[in-house]
């Protein structure tokens, strides 16, 4: 057995395979899977669905749309909202997560999402949450629009450093940035969040896209338009990450699209300091286990790894 | 509690295709799961995909699996015959149906939770439309060993369509769009004279939207109680993409995790949007 374990903001993880935010829910799992979800968690630390501060139902269906090696949702964030989130979500997951690893007095490491629409509300968030003992680490969802400047947070430098400025006293809690590949520059937001006093960044969130009804033409998901993610973004995400990791000193957690051990090694060769498994969990509910496996495979035959893909 | 929900295992795994059967415009084919439990609830339902060529289809697809309640289980000595009755109608559909003896299915389940026993003082009407017949079957195998036979009331496109009303034996009566089969009508028109004949009746249906929001709304207007069995597009099936929700009067609930079936005395509709398989 080789050691898989290593280490996130500070936090000790037993490898370095998480799930993309949105991508998993502990809760559901548990109800399909039953205690086999535990026994073989697929997943070396979890990172929750993001959390707002008002409960949201979420878009209208349709909310799915496939496409080409990929998906297009428009889910629109459902939750329970920050206070049922701590009250009834959050002791659940935290006790499913204790059972998936009894080695550690919490199990495996819980990282929290959360957005919100203004710099105070993300402040408030970040706080009740962060003081949460159940809590190892908390990412920030900036994809979403700053309602008292009606730009993208995340899209923008000077918007993703004010928010990290505004919540960076609100804990002592690892943070780390959901980057949104639809900026223009991603790494400079990067470097802002970096120097704003992030801990780490992650990414690719999903990209834009749409799709049309066939035969009305007009758009097919209740929300209008979604994101892309799927093995349609990954080479997309593999530049952006490259990109990012050569711009920051701070972890970078890369995912979109990793479906294998080698594109995990992919984005670890770029400079990744762990990877995220999202819409490959949705194919298998253990891809995130799999992959882990198979990661650890090529370092065992310390070979040069084969591209995962090329043109020959 | 005690909800009709056998757990499956959280892993993809592979099943071996023992039958393809061709019922005039469906296929129904079945494969051997060596690795899944032996006892999935009628109405459940599996995730599958080809284990091979998965992809590379019409626009480039199919990408995701298919979700499809099992039609049939079958115990035998090296794992369970499990039964899917599929139309080829996109990218998904048609590489299943073009599944060969002795290939490869992945597949996930047995999901989310399926029909409960009828409500006290009534007898099980089954009301199937198209291929949503197929979670009736292995209801209608069911009941007829606990109880007796139900009544099975089917309705179909077509004679091609309607092919597939053998797999329920001669008791179920069967209507079609074209008269080709049976009277011409809808399977509703067969509902609303059972119910005429005695109401004392839980409905258990499967069909497409229009038909099951004709069968929600009569029964919510006899009051008689009705269990749905639904269809959305699907990403996961276990509850992680949030993609396959129904709204209901507690909100939008998950029909991979609170359904497929659903009491329909919760909706609001039963008109939701389907994914091209």
Known sequence: MSDRSTELCGVALRGPVLNGSGTFDVIAARRAFGDALVERFPFDAFVSKTITLAPRQGNPPPRLWETPAGLINSIGLPNKGLDGFLESDLPEIAQSLKESDPSRPRGIPLVVSVMGFGRDELANLVAAVGERAEVAMLELNVSCPNVETGLVIGADPVETALALERVRPETTKPLIVKLTPNAVDPAAVAAAAQDAGADAVSLVNTLKGMALHPRTKQPWLGGRAGGVSGPAVRAIALEQVAAVAGRVEIPVIGMGGIASGRHAADFLAVGASAIAVGTESFRDPTAGRRIAAELADLSLTGEPRQPASSTV | ?277
């Not at chain 2, 017949?133 to 077509?158: D, I, K, Y």
């Not at chain 2, 179920?172 to 009277?183: F, K």
């Not at chain 2, 009569?218 to 276990?238: I, N």
């Open chain 2, 1 to 277: 509690m005690n909800e009709p929900r056998t757990l499956a295992p959280p892993e993809r795994r592979v099943a071996t295709v023992s039958g393809v059967e061709r019922l005039g415009a469906y296929d129904l084919i079945t494969a051997l799961d060596r690795f899944g439990p032996s006892d999935p609830r009628p109405g459940q339902f599996y995730m599958l995909a080809a284990a091979r060529e998965w992809g590379g289809g019409g626009d480039e697809r199919p990408y995701l699996p298919r979700a499809f309640s099992y039609a049939r289980a079958r115990v035998e000595s090296d794992g369970l015959a499990l039964s899917f009755l599929l139309e080829a109608v996109g990218p998904g559909t048609e590489r299943l149906s073009a599944l060969a003896p002795e290939e490869d299915l992945a597949l996930v389940g047995p999901l989310g939770v399926g029909f409960r026993p009828p409500a006290d003082g009534t007898r099980p009407v089954l009301v199937g439309g198209g291929i949503g017949a197929a979670p009736l079957l292995c209801w209608q195998e069911e009941l007829a060993a606990n109880r007796g036979s139900p009544a099975v009331r089917l309705g179909f496109r077509s004679a091609a369509h309607a092919q597939a009303a053998a797999l329920f034996g001669p008791s179920a009566q069967v209507v079609t769009d074209d008269g080709s089969v049976g009277r011409q009508a809808l399977v509703t028109e067969l509902l609303a004279t059972e119910l005429d004949d005695d109401p004392r009746a839980t409905i258990y249906a499967c069909g497409p939207p229009q038909m099951l929001e004709a069968v929600r709304a009569f029964c919510a207007e006899r009051e008689v109680p009705a269990q749905l069995a639904m269809e959305s597009g699907m990403a996961c099936g276990f509850g992680a993409c949030f993609g396959c929700v129904v709204p209901t009067s507690n909100g939008y609930v998950r029909l991979c995790v609170d359904g497929p079936v659903i009491n329909a005395a919760v909706l609001e509709t039963a008109l939701v949007a389907g994914t091209g398989h």
